[in-house]
């Protein structure tokens, strides 16, 4: 048997070592076209901070594949995948076969049309080598502009501002992290930001950059021109399957695959930021691009291929950041839909403690929630949310920062945490 992993993020990472573990004999090979070794890739935006050190950033030894005898082909992309032959090839001329196949390809980071975009000092900022370059050039630098207010242009922002730079972010949705949370927990973040010295510009969006071989500045759309010696480019991401034929394999955003982390076509996995499937909270087929769901997908892959039955019930959107003083916890559904009848929403706002909760039931059950600062229960609330179990009575308790759960629910002898 030759197992080929395609990436060698962590949800490579882990279904490569659940593999060897079920499967002590067969051959694996993991493709992956950055040279380094797994590390954690949400803590690059932490080095860029000056918080973290890149020493801290492995997440497995440097003998990792030895160890696992993992045959590592690294620094190549794969470009062609032909799944009725068992067959791929990168872009560097290689090709290999296989008889179980993973695709643990990440995302890409999204682009965006405007001219002049190969100037130096322009960056995306999804894997360390970018973050690297950035840390390298920062000296030079004074101003930087940061497009997009998603979670990665939101990371780019903030460590840029505590790197001591006169930060720009250009948002389009008018306040950052619209993907994650409400306009009201946004505005709060915003405010925060903005006590720090960033300025955010709304609304607009850029059409191209000024410079020589360096960017010195940057056009937008309403004619405006902000001047900047750096850029990041943090407009989201996307599934990185450019490589998968969608003939032979179903891809809506992401690559669809069933509990067992099947796709349509024989033989052939996909997990981690890549994959789709069903949202615990919003109940359809979502990406769910978050590091906890690419582990737990690619130990249910691993135990799959490896020909032992491990369903995987679907995934959570959920994140804990921390922006200078103030913290913010979201989890599942916290954009419903206004016409959906069954959406029941709770808030409680103190703006004077900076304080924020929003709960979301569907029906009588939790589907998600956003917190600022006293996010101490969120651990409770995702349990709660992934658990199911229908809080008939009382919910607005559960806007208190310190809420009794046993209390709440006295009927129910599970914990929710797991
Ligand atoms: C700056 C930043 C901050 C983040 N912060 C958080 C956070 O706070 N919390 C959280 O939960 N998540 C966070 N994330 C998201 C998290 O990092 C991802 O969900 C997680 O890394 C996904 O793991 P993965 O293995 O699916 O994909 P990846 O980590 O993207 O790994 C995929 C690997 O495959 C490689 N690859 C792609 N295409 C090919 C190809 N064709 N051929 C060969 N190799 C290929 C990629 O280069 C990459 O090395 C953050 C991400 C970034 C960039």
């Keep these: 048997m030759h197992y080929v992993v395609i990436g060698n993020g962590v949800a ?13 004999q067969s051959a694996i090979t993991m493709l992956g076209d950055e040279n380094f070794p797994p590390y954690c890739r949400p803590m690059i935006s932490m080095v860029l ?5 890149e020493k801290a950033l492995p997440i497995r030894s440097a003998d990792f594949y030895d160890t696992l005898r993992i045959h590592p082909v690294l620094g190549t992309r794969v470009s062609q995948l032909d799944p009725e032959s ?21 995302s890409d980071p999204r682009a965006i049309d405007a001219e002049n975009q190969n100037l130096d000092n322009i960056f995306y900022m999804r894997n360390y080598a970018q973050v690297r370059q950035m840390i390298n050039a920062l000296p030079s630098f004074k101003n930087a502009l940061v497009l997009g207010g998603g979670l990665v242009g939101f990371k780019a922002a903030y460590g840029l501002l505590r790197r001591g730079l006169q930060v720009t972010m250009l948002i389009s949705s008018g306040y950052p992290l619209s993907m994650q949370v409400d306009e009201t927990a946004g505005q709060m973040i915003l405010e925060v930001l903005k006590s720090r010295g960033l300025l955010v510009r709304v609304g607009s969006q850029v059409i191209g950059f000024e410079g020589g071989d360096r960017v010195r500045g940057a056009f937008l759309a309403d004619g405006g021109h902000i001047p900047c010696e750096l850029v990041v480019i943090g407009k989201g991401v996307f599934p990185a399957h450019g490589f998968v034929p969608r003939d032979k394999i179903k891809v809506d955003a992401g690559i669809l695959v069933n509990g067992c982390m099947e796709t349509s076509a024989a033989d052939v996995y996909a997990a981690g930021d890549v994959a789709e499937f069903i949202d615990i909270a919003r109940k359809r087929p979502w990406v769910n691009a978050i590091w906890p769901e690419a582990v737990a997908q690619g130990e249910v892959a691993g135990t799959n291929m490896a020909g032992r039955r491990f369903v995987y019930k679907g995934s959570l959107s959920r994140n804990v950041i921390r922006i ?46 956003a917190m600022v600062n006293r996010i101490e229960q969120g651990g409770i609330l995702t349990a709660l949310i992934r658990s199911g179990l229908p809080v008939e009575k009382d919910k607005s308790r559960l806007l208190a920062p310190d809420f009794n759960f046993a209390r709440l629910m006295p009927g129910s002898r599970a914990c929710p945490i797991h």
Excluded: C, W
């Design 49 to 53: 901070e000056g918080t973290v050190s």
């Design 324 to 369: 200078f003083d103030t913290d913010v916890m979201t989890a599942g559904l916290v954009h419903p839909p206004s016409d959906d009848m069954e959406i029941q929403v709770l808030t409680e706002t103190d703006r004077r403690r900076r304080l924020y909760r929003k709960l979301v039931f569907r029906k009588d059950v939790l589907a998600g929630f």
């Design 86 to 106: 068992k067959n791929l090839a990168t872009a560097d001329g290689q090709s290999f076969s296989y008889d179980k196949l993973l695709i643990a390809s990440g």
């Design 12 to 24: 490579g990472t882990t279904a490569g070592e659940t593999l060897r573990r079920l499967d002590p």
